[in-house]
C-alpha cells in the first residue's frame, strides 16, 4: 500500500479499518505501524489537522518527505509531529520533517537518523514561508550539504532544545537568507559543524557545543552574518578546528559565553578565528591549552 492510500482523511468524522492510522473528529490521524515512501509525503498535515508519527517512517528518494505540516500558506494551523523513528536515506531535497506556511508546525520529540548522499542538499528538518520546525529529541545527521535543521528567511522560526549529533560534513542547524534562531540545546560536532549562520542570517548558541575532528567548527559565521556564543562550547582540537569562525566582510561573531578549547600538541586550531575581513570579539571566557 503506497503511503498517501494509508492517510487519506474522508470526512469530519471516520474509524479507519487499517490498523496503521486513526482519525478522528478534531482531525488527528496517527500512525503506529511501518511507512516506507520513496516519492512524495509519509504524512501529510493540512488545514487544522494534525498528523503524529508513533512508528517508524522509511524515507527514500530525490524531494521525498516523511512528514509535513502544509496549510499553504492560509495561516490555519497545521501540525506534524515524530515521536517515534524517522529514518532518511537521502537524494536530492529529501527531507525527514518539512513545515510549510505561517501556521505550520514540525516537530521532532523522537528521533530523526538521516544520511546524505555526499552530494545533494537535504535536510533531516526543514522549514520554510514563515512555517515553525522544534526538536526536542533526538537527531543524527550525517553527509556533506545536509543539515539537521535548516530555516530560510525572516518569518520562519527553529527552535533546537533536544540533541544534535554531526557527523561526516553535516550542519547541525543552518539559517539563511534573513533568518534568525537560537540554539538552547546540546549539538555534538565530530567532523562539520554546530551552527552554521549564512547570508545575512543571525544565530546565537545559549545551549552547550561539542567539537572535535578536523576542520570541525562550533559557530560558522559568512556572508554577511551576526553569531554570538552566550552558552558553552567545548572543542577536543583537530587540524584547523575552530568553536567560532568568522569568514568575511561585514560578518561579525561574539563570545560573550564561554570556550574551552584544547588543542592537540600538533595542528594548528582556534577558539575564535577572523579571516577575509571578518571580525571576532570575546567579552566571556576562553580558556586554551596545548601547543
Do not use: C, W
Not at 150 to 178: F, P, Q, Y
Not at 252 to 279: P, R, V, W, Y
Amino acid at each position: 500500500m503506497k503511503a498517501k492510500d494509508k492517510i487519506v482523511l474522508l470526512g469530519i468524522f471516520l474509524l479507519f479499518s487499517s490498523k496503521n492510522l486513526k482519525s478522528y473528529s478534531n482531525q488527528i490521524q496517527e500512525n503506529n505501524s511501518i511507512i516506507d515512501v520513496s516519492t512524495g509525503s509519509g504524512m501529510e498535515a493540512g488545514k487544522n489537522q494534525i498528523k503524529i508519527n508513533n512508528g517508524t517512517i522509511n524515507v527514500s528518494g530525490d524531494r521525498t518527505v516523511g512528514m509535513k505540516a502544509n496549510n499553504f500558506s492560509s495561516g490555519i494551523p497545521a501540525l506534524v509531529e515524530n515521536k517515534n523513528i524517522i529514518t532518511v536515506i537521502a537524494g536530492a531535497g529529501t527531507i525527514g520533517i518539512q513545515a510549510s506556511g505561517v501556521g505550520s508546525t514540525g516537530i521532532n520529540s523522537g528521533t530523526i537518523i538521516h544520511t546524505g548522499d555526499g552530494k545533494n542538499t537535504s535536510n533531516a528538518m526543514h522549514a520554510q514561508n514563515g512555517g515553525s520546525i522544534q526538536n526536542i529529541g533526538a537527531i543524527e545527521v550525517s553527509g556533506l550539504n545536509v543539515s539537521a535543521m535548516a530555516i530560510d528567511k525572516i518569518e520562519t522560526t527553529l527552535s533546537n532544545k533536544g540533541s544534535i549529533s554531526v557527523n561526516n560534513k553535516a550542519k547541525g542547524i543552518k539559517l539563511t537568507n534573513g533568518a534568525s534562531a537560537m540554539n538552547e540545546g546540546i549539538i555534538n560536532v565530530k567532523d562539520g559543524t554546530a551552527l552554521s549562520v549564512e547570508t545575512k542570517s543571525n544565530g546565537t548558541n545559549s545551549g552547550d557545543i561539542y567539537v572535535s575532528g578536523n576542520n570541525s567548527t562550533g559557530i560558522s559565521i559568512t556572508g554577511g552574518s551576526s553569531g554570538e556564543n552566550t552558552g558553552n562550547i567545548y572543542v577536543n582540537a583537530g587540524q584547523y578546528t575552530s568553536g567560532i569562525k568568522v569568514d568575511g566582510s561585514e560578518s561579525t561573531g561574539i563570545n560573550s559565553g564561554t570556550i574551552i578549547h584544547t588543542g592537540d600538541g600538533e595542528n594548528t586550531s582556534n577558539a575564535m578565528l577572523a579571516q577575509n575581513g571578518g571580525s571576532i570579539q570575546n567579552i566571556g571566557a576562553i580558556e586554551v591549552s596545548g601547543l
